[in-house]
């Protein structure tokens, strides 16, 4: 599933070329993308056909793009969903379960690019897309990253994604919440980093990558760690989530890319994910994978010792 890094890459992508732009259209080619949509608020279609998309926010996983109604198009990309921006016409894309027909002409008179069509794509249909409704932020801050965009929308966060915490790239992030919030917790410290409550945007990936940097084993009790340890432990995860933001996020397949359709380079840097059988960086040891909640978590059994 994309973490963090892939969707903020994605979100970065459509910025700049949905931003003030118009929807013209929209044409629904699978209703299960739709699947968290509330239609007792209006259908997809009504309640975005001649918005105004006022910008691009992220929190964790979640993308949203508010819209001059006063609500937001979100958008969650599941296991394999894809936001690319096409030339009306192109054909190349297979697993379109919606489209959006922009038109931009208020932006860029040059005809060719006054039009653009975003493709959500989708192959395991686990993604979503909804219109939503939007309040507040608690704090009267920004309700997640836009990259600098500013307006009375960007202290509203949509209903969906009120509960989700914010992430560790985020502004308004409080390092003192999470680290008093890990100390509440006698989980294991990765069920603890995966807890979309405590922060957000965290997957296998960057929690195994952070607990490796910091010779922690996943299943050592959150309440264990001193909040020296848990602030170097936050500081590795920025750093790891800053450097896949650089490589444009971890791909492994083809299920993941950018909004043109280009693969992230970041997998060559992991270091314990998806490396099972390989030796470790700092001791050589053969790095192994072992179950957890119905998946997998990399490790170094020597570097990273529950204790």
Known sequence: MPELPEVEVVRAGIEPAVTGAIVAGVEIFDERSLRRHDSAEGSFVSQLTGRRVLGAVRRGKFLWLPLDSGKALVIHLGMSGQVLLRAPGSTDDRHVRIRLALDRSALDPDP????????????????????????????????????????????????????????????????????????????????ALLDQTLLSGIGNIYADESLFAERLHYDQPSSSLSADQARSLLGALGTILRRALIEGGTSFDSQYVNVNGQAGYFAHSLQVYGRQGDPCSRCGTTLVRESFMNRGSHLCPTCQVLS
């Open 112 to 191: 060719e690019l006054g039009e653009l069509w975003v493709n959500f794509v989708d192959q395991r249909i686990f993604g979503s897309m909804a219109i939503d409704t939007m309040a507040a932020t608690n704090d009267g801050r920004d309700a997640g990253y836009s990259g600098g965009g500013t307006g009375p929308w960007s202290t509203s966060v949509p209903s969906q994604v009120a509960h989700i915490a914010r992430d560790p790239l985020d502004p308004a992030f409080s390092a003192p919440g999470f680290i008093a919030g890990l100390a509440r917790r006698h989980s294991g410290i990765k069920r």
